[in-house]
């Protein structure tokens, strides 16, 4: 996130942490060249659209403490580091609540086109009402009803992305004076319950066409547009089992919705603490747990479920129930059944042999290959999204101690000798599969009397 307290609450007291540098272009260029020099994929960057005020009705904790507040737009450094990389991906996170998607397909074109085909986006309905009420409503829209919407997001922009410019579209003649014939510029003719978008896209088609497409939602109805849409999904879980089952039940509604078993990659958060050997990595994480700070975590968690823990006694059982906000996030807690006694609070924000809510692993090169490898067959997931705990650093001691022992073991791929796009990295091919539901989705662009349901 662009902003000093993302998941590592009160880490920004850490005198090796220089998140509080988000407001300096330079601390952008110069985290995108460590990834890329440390044989990291991608860049993933979060982001929400209001304060959070859900924990005892104010926003006055979540600026106490940091926590993902004050908060940047998360798009505009991306061209920049895209300047000073070659082969770094960028997933960022963009609201289809609260955008519109002629707009946004323009915005992912434009970078697409400059980072030459390395942007993914992170497609979010988004959960929180001081969002909602700055942006002109009461309320949010009900949760299945942000993806209800969201669905109809993606037929426009993939209307746009795929249909609307033929590849031969830029003929740049200049003997006959041509620049782009416009026969092969196609109005889509979206006309829907939440959009009408009648002409063509404003910009040529980027490398990818449609960026790289990841998502999180973990709700049956998430779960749902992830089994359509999502190429790379992000699951959450308590443990390894939850996500397994989270990465299982996604695949087989991707099946039924007709996209082959790997049309979809999985990857789930981890935070590993590493250094030159197990001793080295405990002292560290003994440092880090020392500037952690509980309220951040608590005010975050608030915010994300809907639900105001200012009153909750930290230590009793969380109780189940159906908020408006992110509902999966507090199910993963008041559901388990791998656990005899209900999670408390305390327990569901914090492990004790880690950091914050995520797995973490902590040890020297060989106990995080070891467990790093476990967790993926143990989970089913493909890869890792690495929460960092103090930035750059948690990503610097990632890249020098763990990414020579995971390339030893094929767990790290060699980068390419020329870049690639981004989808190619994850799929072998710049543009969507053909099983994904895109192509029949744009296919239907071009009809006016079209209505979504
Ligand atoms: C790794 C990860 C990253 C996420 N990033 C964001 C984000 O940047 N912005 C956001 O609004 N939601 C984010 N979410 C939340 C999801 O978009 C989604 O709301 C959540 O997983 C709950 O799904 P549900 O609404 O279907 O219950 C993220 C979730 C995960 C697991």
């Given at each position: 996130?662009?902003?000093?307290?993302?998941?590592?609450?009160?880490?920004?007291?850490?005198?090796?942490?220089?998140?509080?540098?988000?407001?300096?272009?330079?601390?952008?260029?110069?985290?995108?060249?460590?990834?890329?020099?440390?044989?990291?994929?991608?860049?993933?960057?979060?982001?929400?659209?209001?304060?959070?005020?859900?924990?005892?009705?104010?926003?006055?904790?979540?600026?106490?403490?940091?926590?993902?507040?004050?908060?940047?737009?998360?798009?505009?450094?991306?061209?920049?580091?895209?300047?000073?990389?070659?082969?770094?991906?960028?997933?960022?996170?963009?609201?289809?609540?609260?955008?519109?998607?002629?707009?946004?397909?323009?915005?992912?074109?434009?970078?697409?086109?400059?980072?030459?085909?390395?942007?993914?986006?992170?497609?979010?309905?988004?959960?929180?009402?001081?969002?909602?009420?700055?942006?002109?409503?009461?309320?949010?829209?009900?949760?299945?009803?942000?993806?209800?919407?969201?669905?109809?997001?993606?037929?426009?922009?993939?209307?746009?992305?795929?249909?609307?410019?033929?590849?031969?579209?830029?003929?740049?003649?200049?003997?006959?004076?041509?620049?782009?014939?416009?026969?092969?510029?196609?109005?889509?003719?979206?006309?829907?319950?939440?959009?009408?978008?009648?002409?063509?896209?404003?910009?040529?088609?980027?490398?990818?066409?449609?960026?790289?497409?990841?998502?999180?939602?973990?709700?049956?109805?998430?779960?749902?547009?992830?089994?359509?849409?999502?190429?790379?999904?992000?699951?959450?879980?308590?443990?390894?089992?939850?996500?397994?089952?989270?990465?299982?039940?996604?695949?087989?509604?991707?099946?039924?919705?007709?996209?082959?078993?790997?049309?979809?990659?999985?990857?789930?958060p981890v935070t590993v603490v590493t250094g030159?050997?197990?001793?080295?990595?405990?002292?560290?994480?003994?440092?880090?747990?020392?500037?952690?700070?509980?309220?951040?975590?608590?005010?975050?968690?608030?915010?994300?479920?809907?639900?105001?823990?200012?009153?909750?006694?930290?230590?009793?059982?969380?109780?189940?129930?159906?908020?408006?906000?992110n509902r999966s996030l507090l199910a993963h807690?008041?559901?388990?059944?791998?656990?005899?006694?209900?999670?408390?609070?305390?327990?569901?924000?914090?492990?004790?042999?880690?950091?914050?809510?995520?797995?973490?692993?902590?040890?020297?090169?060989?106990?995080?290959?070891?467990?790093?490898?476990?967790?993926?067959?143990?989970?089913?997931?493909?890869?890792?999204?690495?929460?960092?705990?103090?930035?750059?650093?948690?990503?610097?001691?990632?890249?020098?101690?763990?990414?020579?022992?995971?390339?030893?073991?094929?767990?790290?791929?060699?980068?390419?000798?020329?870049?690639?796009?981004?989808?190619?990295?994850?799929?072998?091919?710049?543009?969507?599969?053909?099983?994904?539901?895109?192509?029949?989705?744009?296919?239907?662009?071009?009809?006016?009397?079209?209505?979504?349901?």
């Amino acid at each position: 996130m662009s902003a000093v307290s993302h998941l590592n609450y009160g880490l920004w007291r850490h005198p090796d942490d220089w998140s509080w540098r988000h407001t300096e272009l330079e601390h952008w260029t110069s985290l995108a060249t460590t990834l890329e020099d440390g044989g990291f994929d991608t860049l993933f960057i979060a982001d929400a659209l209001g304060l959070l005020d859900t924990y005892a009705g104010n926003a006055a904790a979540s600026l106490r403490t940091g926590t993902q507040s004050p908060l940047d737009d998360p798009l505009l450094a991306v061209s920049a580091m895209a300047a000073c990389t070659r082969h770094l991906g960028f997933g960022v996170t963009v609201s289809t609540t609260y955008e519109h998607p002629y707009l946004l397909a323009r915005k992912l074109t434009t970078l697409d086109h400059l980072s030459q085909g390395r942007i993914g986006w992170n497609i979010v309905t988004s959960q929180l009402d001081s969002a909602a009420r700055n942006l002109g409503l009461a309320q949010q829209l009900d949760h299945d009803e942000r993806y209800d919407r969201a669905d109809e997001f993606m037929e426009v922009v993939y209307k746009l992305w795929e249909w609307s410019w033929t590849d031969d579209a830029v003929v740049r003649d200049r003997v006959r004076g041509i620049y782009t014939d416009p026969s092969k510029v196609r109005p889509i003719a979206h006309h829907g319950r939440w959009y009408r978008v009648p002409d063509a896209h404003l910009s040529e088609p980027s490398p990818q066409r449609t960026p790289l497409l990841l998502q999180a939602g973990g709700s049956p109805r998430g779960q749902a547009f992830a089994a359509r849409h999502a190429e790379l999904v992000f699951v959450a879980g308590a443990h390894a089992e939850g996500i397994r089952r989270g990465v299982e039940a996604t695949r087989a509604l991707a099946v039924q919705a007709g996209r082959g078993p790997r049309a979809i990659r999985f990857i789930a958060p981890v935070t590993v603490v590493t250094g030159a050997d197990d001793r080295e990595a405990g002292a560290k994480l003994a440092d880090y747990r020392r500037h952690y700070d509980a309220l951040g975590a608590v005010v975050h968690y608030a915010a994300s479920t809907g639900i105001d823990f200012s009153t909750q006694d930290l230590d009793a059982p969380l109780v189940h129930r159906d908020t408006n906000a992110n509902r999966s996030l507090l199910a993963h807690f008041t559901q388990d059944s791998t656990r005899d006694r209900p999670w408390t609070l305390r327990e569901a924000l914090d492990r004790p042999q880690g950091f914050g809510r995520h797995k973490t692993i902590v040890g020297g090169p060989a106990r995080v290959a070891d467990e790093l490898q476990a967790w993926l067959r143990e989970t089913g997931t493909d890869g890792i999204n690495l929460a960092a705990i103090v930035n750059p650093g948690s990503f610097e001691d990632f890249a020098h101690f763990a990414v020579p022992e995971l390339r030893r073991r094929g767990l790290v791929a060699e980068r390419p000798a020329e870049p690639t796009t981004l989808r190619e990295r994850v799929f072998g091919q710049p543009r969507l599969r053909a099983d994904h539901p895109a192509h029949a989705i744009a296919a239907r662009a071009g009809s006016a009397s079209e209505v979504s349901a």
